[in-house]
C-alpha cells in the first residue's frame, strides 16, 4: 500500500517537471522574441526614426547600454558564478542598480565622444553598438559554457561517481579532468562545427545590424533571468533564436504598419520628377521585403520539435539493448 501511494507521488513529480520543462521551450523562445521586438521598438521609435538622431543617440543609447552591463552582471552572477558564489534575489537586484548607475555616468561622455562630427544617418548610430556587442558576445559565450557545458559534464561526473564508490548521491565532486573534457570539446565543436550555425542565425534567417543584434544579446541575458528567478530551466540557444525570429517578424510588422515610419521616409525620400515612370516591384523585391525566411524558420521549429522526442528514444533504445548484455 504505502509502496504503491510513493510510486504515484514520484510519477506525479516526474510528469509534472517534464511539463514543467516541455512549457519552457515553448516560453523562452516566444519571450525572448517579445522582449527583442520590444527593444527594437523602442530604439526604431526613439533613435532611428528621429529627426536629429545624434541627439536621440547620445539621449538613449548610454542607457542601454547601461542596462546591457547591468543586465549581463546579474547574468553572470545568475548562471556563471554558481560555484564561487551563490547570492540571493536583493543582492542580485542591488548589484545590477549599481552597476547600472556606473555605467550610465562612464557611458555618457563616451557616447558623447563616439559621435562627435558623425553623419545625421542610421548607419552612423552603429558605430555606437559595435564594442559593446564584442563585450556582451564574450559574456554570453562565458555564461553558456558554465550553464550548457555544465548540463553535459554534470550526467558523466555522476557515472564516474557512482562507479567508483558504488552509491547514487544528489552531489558530486566533479575532478578537473573532467571539467577540461567539457571545455575542449565545446571549443572543438565551434571550431569544426560553429561557422555554419553562427553563418545561419547571424545572417540568413534575417539581416542583422549591430543594433538588432544588441537587442538580441540583450533580450537573451534578460529571459535567462526571468527564467532562472521562475525556476524554468531553458536553453539560451532556443531563446536567442527566438529573439532573432522576434526581431525580424516586428521588422516586417513595422515596415508595413508604422505611420511613423511611412511619415519619416515621406519626409526623407527624393521623390521622382512628375510623369516618371513607377516601377512595380519585381517578384524577388517582393520576397525579400519578407523579412525573415520562412523555409529556416520551418526547419527550425520542426528541428525543436523532433530532436527532444528522438534523443528520449534513442536513449532509451541504447538502454533497453543494454540490459539485453547484462
Given at each position: 500500500m504505502g509502496g504503491g501511494i510513493a510510486a504515484v507521488g514520484f510519477n506525479a513529480v516526474n510528469w509534472f517537471t517534464m511539463g514543467k520543462i516541455a512549457a519552457s521551450w515553448v516560453i523562452s523562445p516566444l519571450l525572448g522574441g517579445l522582449v527583442a521586438a520590444a527593444f527594437l521598438a523602442f530604439i526604431k521609435i526613439n533613435v532611428i526614426y528621429q529627426d536629429d538622431k545624434i541627439a536621440a543617440a547620445r539621449r538613449w543609447v548610454p542607457v542601454l547600454l547601461a542596462l546591457m552591463a547591468s543586465v549581463f552582471s546579474c547574468y553572470l552572477v545568475i548562471k556563471g558564478f554558481k560555484r564561487v558564489w551563490t547570492p540571493d534575489a536583493a543582492t542580485v537586484l542591488a548589484l545590477g542598480l549599481g552597476i547600472f548607475f556606473a555605467a550610465l555616468a562612464l557611458l555618457r561622455p563616451w557616447v558623447r565622444a563616439k559621435s562627435e562630427g558623425m553623419e545625421n544617418r542610421n548607419e552612423s548610430l552603429r558605430a555606437l553598438f559595435h564594442l559593446p556587442l564584442i563585450c556582451s558576445a564574450a559574456l554570453l559565450s562565458f555564461a553558456h559554457g558554465a550553464n550548457d557545458v555544465a548540463n553535459a559534464v554534470g550526467p558523466l561526473a555522476a557515472i564516474l561517481h557512482s562507479a567508483s564508490s558504488g552509491e547514487i548521491s544528489g552531489a558530486v565532486e566533479v575532478p578537473l579532468w573532467v571539467m577540461v573534457i567539457g571545455a575542449l570539446g565545446i571549443s572543438l565543436g565551434l571550431f569544426l562545427y560553429g561557422a555554419r550555425l553562427i553563418r545561419l542565425v547571424g545572417e540568413q534567417i534575417t539581416r542583422m545590424n549591430p543594433m538588432r543584434a544588441f537587442c538580441v544579446a540583450l533580450s537573451a541575458a534578460i529571459t535567462v533571468i526571468m527564467a532562472s528567478a521562475l525556476g524554468l530551466p531553458v536553453s539560451s540557444t532556443h531563446i536567442t533564436v527566438g529573439a532573432i525570429f522576434g526581431v525580424g517578424f516586428f521588422r516586417e510588422y513595422y515596415t508595413s504598419h508604422s505611420k511613423r515610419r511611412r511619415l519619416y521616409v515621406k519626409t526623407h525620400t527624393r521623390h521622382p520628377a512628375p510623369g516618371a515612370p513607377k516601377e512595380a516591384p519585381s517578384t524577388e523585391e517582393v520576397r525579400r521585403r519578407k523579412l525573415v525566411r520562412r523555409s529556416h524558420f520551418v526547419v527550425i521549429i520542426a528541428a525543436w520539435?523532433?530532436?527532444?522526442?528522438?534523443?528520449?528514444?534513442?536513449?532509451?533504445?541504447?538502454?533497453?539493448?543494454?540490459?539485453?548484455f547484462r
Open positions: 520539435l523532433v530532436t527532444v522526442p528522438c534523443a528520449a528514444l534513442l536513449a532509451a533504445g541504447i538502454y533497453a539493448a543494454s540490459t539485453l
